[in-house]
């Protein structure tokens, strides 16, 4: 197998990043305007996917990271063991779990106070766009905590990408993008969030997930 070589310099790294940055802020501000009809035609709390989804959407995720931080707690006290070399990949996952889905989403869901769908009133009132933020205890629907979780796997995805094969990564990329996507459709069936919520929380989980493993898996490398 083909090993993916020399990881891409800083200035071609934050070309790409800021585009994604860039290009994630259009689609948030273009997927606004179908928010409120995406979810009329979807919505189906009674789907047994968004219950499923619900219930243990966030399970392959959760259990990542306590791989991840059982992988840690070994390499630290056997710093010889097959285990130093996943420190990265371990430390990239219980970072961004701990800033995106637990800091980040959790403290933007009690200040921005979006109503979710399931919840507006018959005629929808109670709706308002993500960039519009109703104030704490209106509501809990912006940005997906679900989505956000399951893309904490987005580190494993870059990390692969980073150190292995090509076929290895195109593999990691369809497992993990697969299983993020399936989360946000399965929240959306489920009236729990709009498009723009799962899509939050993919676009940052993405940025900061090629941020955190670009920067850790540096810093592990050993000096030429």
Known sequence: M?????PVSSRTFWIFWI????IWMLAMF????????????????KLLFGKVVAWGGEWPSWLLVV?????????????????KALMPLALSVVLLAV????????TLKFFW????????GADFSGFTPFYVPAGPGAGKSFPSGHVGMACVSLAVAFFVTRTC????????WILVLSYGLSVAWGRILAGAHYLTDCLFSIGLSLLLA?????VIAKNEEPPS
Request: glycine fraction near 4%; proline fraction near 4%.
């Open 210 to 214: 090629a941020w955190l493993v670009r």
């Open 30 to 45: 273009i997927a606004s305007g179908w928010d409120l009809e995406w979810s009329q035609a979807q919505a189906n709390p």
């Open 2 to 6: 083909s090993s993916i070589k020399t």
């Open 113 to 120: 106070g979006r109503v979710r769908f399931r919840d507006l």
């Open 67 to 83: 791989f991840c931080v059982t992988t840690i707690v070994l390499a630290h006290r056997r710093p010889d063991s097959r285990f």
């Open 99 to 106: 800033i995106e889905p637990l800091l980040i989403t959790q």
């Open 165 to 172: 094969s090509y076929k290895a990564a195109i593999v990691a």
């Open 19 to 22: 585009s994604g940055f860039v």
